[in-house]
């Protein structure tokens, strides 16, 4: 089973409207980490935000924020006032603290996101 | 700010060539990771690296191996290089984690390698 899954594999969004990007997880670790990550066309791995699973609000970093919901298993991404340059894939990710050792991300297949102006 | 390099952008090797990937790091941290990404497949860890000399086999390590001799440098092998390597190759380093949370890993621009 898929532990990280992002049904969305392309989306297209009008300039400024807000989008929502769709993250589900399949663990049973009680401690984990959720990450989301943008890859623009250059092809660099930028992180966005990170939440934890003992966190008691929702991660908020400027324009992005991630609407937790622990009981469903859902993360998904929430970004405010699109912009043409958010266009780009966006990754959802997962560390679980049982995974021991170096913590090793494990990431879903990606949403591509299009803003059209 | 973190900066991870990468030794190659692109890079073209021949079937059955020894093929060394270079990754380093400048924040002195524990951790180090090789990924690789495929369309539609996302990234998937090959090996990671916790210390130096120190290293554990990810989802995909068959074909690969790594050295870690320095801890600002982590390297991926291709032993004997086949065509189902071609792709983009991911390193990433981050803090080790602790009580307090997880820590994002930073990474590199990537290597795409084609195999021919």
């Known amino acids: 089973a898929q532990k990280i899954t992002q049904t969305q594999p392309g989306m297209f969004v009008q300039e400024k409207e807000a989008v929502t990007l769709d993250c589900t997880y399949d663990?049973?670790?009680?401690?984990?980490?959720l990450f989301w990550y943008k890859q623009p066309s250059s092809g660099e791995m930028i992180f966005l935000i990170y939440?934890?699973?003992?966190?008691?609000q929702n991660a908020t970093e400027g324009r992005y924020s991630l609407n937790f919901q622990k009981a469903r298993k859902s993360a998904n991404l929430v970004i405010s006032a699109s912009q043409l340059g958010d266009s780009a894939m966006y990754f959802c990710?997962?560390?679980?603290?049982?995974?021991?050792?170096?913590?090793?991300?494990?990431f879903g297949k990606g949403t591509h996101l299009i803003i059209q102006p | 700010d973190v900066k991870v390099t990468q030794s190659s952008r692109y890079l073209v090797k021949r079937t059955g060539e020894k093929v060394f990937l270079e990754c380093v790091q400048d924040?002195?941290?524990?951790?180090m990771f090789w990924y690789r990404q495929d369309p539609g497949l996302g990234l998937r860890l090959i090996y990671f690296?916790?210390?130096?000399?120190?290293?554990e086999k990810g989802d995909i390590p068959e074909g690969y191996s790594v050295s870690r001799e320095k801890k600002e440098r982590f390297s991926l092998i291709l032993e004997s290089a086949s065509t189902n390597q071609t792709s983009m190759y991911l390193c990433?380093?981050?803090?080790?984690?602790?009580?307090?949370?997880?820590?994002?890993?930073?990474f590199g621009p990537g290597t795409r390698l084609t195999v021919t």
């Open positions: 990433a380093s981050s803090i080790r984690s602790g009580t307090s949370g997880f820590y994002e890993q930073y």
């Open positions: 663990t049973s670790d009680p401690s984990y980490g």
């Open positions: 939440q934890g699973s003992y966190d008691q």
């Open positions: 990710a997962m560390r679980e603290f049982q995974g021991g050792g170096a913590d090793g991300l494990t």
């Open positions: 924040m002195d941290h524990e951790n």
């Open positions: 690296s916790y210390d130096v000399k120190m290293k």
